[in-house]
């Protein structure tokens, strides 16, 4: 088990956030990503002025020029693209950070919550920093951060994704290279489309992203690192079910086939789209109640019927709802039995715009609870697509 903490800086809106620890935590593994709402207090004093690019390229793309993921900053060592040395006309950007001031941030978050060495710390922020990478590591402690921001000028596609891969990459890279030498020996220069290209040029990301892959060199040096085969396979995962996603919110995807529902855990339990890169649908309790309860009943159920239900939906939802007070439970579930208070209706309503959003009109509808006004509601999915884990 490896403990991944996510912070964010204060800039970066929680929202986004859950957006990136959403696709993280969908994955099952040895690595375990924990989400920290509290944000970090960037200190004033860390954010400067500094040369972050070329003007003549800020001119025409404003953003980080860099994906690669290089994990370390060195003034000493030889990297032959090593950004500064490429601009011709520097460009200053305000509220830069510097590498050691995000791993300083990162060390902070260490002490004030007791994390332990051997635990991953990421910093995700929309900040630039002084060399402009989106991904950087501190070269003896577990310190990362991913640049969170500008992904949308490079790629068509919710900033989540790259995120996402660039955090579980980041984690596997720092386990397979020990050292700054090593990292600089390990990194493809030229792209493979392997996790570890350093990537230059904006179609080279792409590249990365789409084809999701670690190279046989690579392989063989986490072999050697003896990282364990369950984590490269769980990054592998991540960055697969990245790679699904991304197109399936392109519109992209290929196929309109159905995808099986995974409904992992006992209590708050997960409603994940395992053939459409793990995608989850995020329902509340009450929705999640009723969702669970339609799932039961393939004949359908009329809301006027819900009422003899009551004690199917009370056992579900005692599992899922683990806060309020007792009467407040039953007055919750007295209201969604019924039909005259409409929320059930109004339940089921958000439930089909959470599948809608996720997976557009037509594939939504098999998932969705619908029915005829005033008559039977179901779900349509056959239920062998439904697996619960
Ligand atoms: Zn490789």
Redesign the pocket.
């Given at each position: 088990m490896v403990n991944i903490h996510l912070i964010r800086s204060n800039e970066y809106n929680l929202s986004r956030y859950w957006e990136v620890v959403c696709v993280l935590q969908a994955f099952d593994g040895p690595l375990t990503f924990i989400s920290h709402e509290k944000e970090v207090d960037i200190d004033p004093e860390f954010l400067d002025e500094e040369v972050v690019g070329d003007k003549e390229f800020y001119e025409t793309i404003p953003l980080a020029n860099y994906s690669m993921a290089d994990e370390m900053i060195d003034a000493d060592l030889n990297i032959s693209y090593k950004p500064k040395k490429l601009f011709k006309k520097p460009f200053k950007e305000k509220d830069v950070l510097k590498w050691k001031n995000i791993f300083k941030e990162c060390d902070d978050f260490r002490e004030q919550n007791s994390i332990s060495s051997v635990d991953y710390v990421i910093l995700l922020t929309e900040r630039r920093n002084e060399l402009n990478w989106f991904t950087g590591g501190s070269e003896k402690v577990n310190n990362l951060f991913v640049h969170t921001g500008y992904w949308d000028y490079f790629i068509d596609c919710n900033h989540q994704f790259p995120v996402a891969y660039e955090c579980v990459s980041s984690v596997l890279r720092k386990m397979m290279f020990e050292s700054k030498k090593e990292l600089s020996h390990?990194l493809?220069e030229k792209s493979?489309g392997?996790?570890?290209?350093f990537c230059q040029e904006k179609e080279q990301i792409i590249f990365k992203l789409r084809t999701a892959d670690?190279?046989?060199?690579?392989?063989e040096?986490i072999n050697e690192k003896g990282v364990e085969r369950t984590i490269t396979n769980q990054v592998l995962e991540v960055i697969n079910g990245v790679r699904k996603q991304m197109l399936f919110s392109n519109g992209f995807s290929s196929s309109l086939e159905l995808s099986k529902l995974n409904i992992v855990g006992t209590y708050s339990q997960k409603l994940l789209l395992p053939d459409y890169g793990n995608i989850e649908i995020k329902l509340t309790p009450l929705e999640k109640t009723l969702y669970l309860l339609y799932l039961n009943h393939p004949e359908g159920i009329a809301y006027h019927n819900l009422v003899d239900c009551k004690s199917e939906i009370k056992e579900i939802y005692s599992k899922l709802a683990n806060t309020g007070e007792q009467a407040e439970i039953e007055e919750r579930i007295e209201a969604l039995i019924n039909p005259l208070e409409g929320s059930a209706k109004e339940k089921i309503s958000k439930i089909k715009q959470k599948f809608t959003n996720k997976l557009g009109a037509e594939l939504a509808a098999n998932y969705i609870i619908k029915g005829p006004r005033g008559d039977k509601k179901e779900i349509k999915l056959e239920r062998e697509f439904v697996i619960y884990q």
């Amino acid at each position: 088990m490896v403990n991944i903490h996510l912070i964010r800086s204060n800039e970066y809106n929680l929202s986004r956030y859950w957006e990136v620890v959403c696709v993280l935590q969908a994955f099952d593994g040895p690595l375990t990503f924990i989400s920290h709402e509290k944000e970090v207090d960037i200190d004033p004093e860390f954010l400067d002025e500094e040369v972050v690019g070329d003007k003549e390229f800020y001119e025409t793309i404003p953003l980080a020029n860099y994906s690669m993921a290089d994990e370390m900053i060195d003034a000493d060592l030889n990297i032959s693209y090593k950004p500064k040395k490429l601009f011709k006309k520097p460009f200053k950007e305000k509220d830069v950070l510097k590498w050691k001031n995000i791993f300083k941030e990162c060390d902070d978050f260490r002490e004030q919550n007791s994390i332990s060495s051997v635990d991953y710390v990421i910093l995700l922020t929309e900040r630039r920093n002084e060399l402009n990478w989106f991904t950087g590591g501190s070269e003896k402690v577990n310190n990362l951060f991913v640049h969170t921001g500008y992904w949308d000028y490079f790629i068509d596609c919710n900033h989540q994704f790259p995120v996402a891969y660039e955090c579980v990459s980041s984690v596997l890279r720092k386990m397979m290279f020990e050292s700054k030498k090593e990292l600089s020996h390990g990194l493809h220069e030229k792209s493979i489309g392997c996790m570890n290209d350093f990537c230059q040029e904006k179609e080279q990301i792409i590249f990365k992203l789409r084809t999701a892959d670690i190279c046989r060199k690579c392989v063989e040096i986490i072999n050697e690192k003896g990282v364990e085969r369950t984590i490269t396979n769980q990054v592998l995962e991540v960055i697969n079910g990245v790679r699904k996603q991304m197109l399936f919110s392109n519109g992209f995807s290929s196929s309109l086939e159905l995808s099986k529902l995974n409904i992992v855990g006992t209590y708050s339990q997960k409603l994940l789209l395992p053939d459409y890169g793990n995608i989850e649908i995020k329902l509340t309790p009450l929705e999640k109640t009723l969702y669970l309860l339609y799932l039961n009943h393939p004949e359908g159920i009329a809301y006027h019927n819900l009422v003899d239900c009551k004690s199917e939906i009370k056992e579900i939802y005692s599992k899922l709802a683990n806060t309020g007070e007792q009467a407040e439970i039953e007055e919750r579930i007295e209201a969604l039995i019924n039909p005259l208070e409409g929320s059930a209706k109004e339940k089921i309503s958000k439930i089909k715009q959470k599948f809608t959003n996720k997976l557009g009109a037509e594939l939504a509808a098999n998932y969705i609870i619908k029915g005829p006004r005033g008559d039977k509601k179901e779900i349509k999915l056959e239920r062998e697509f439904v697996i619960y884990q």
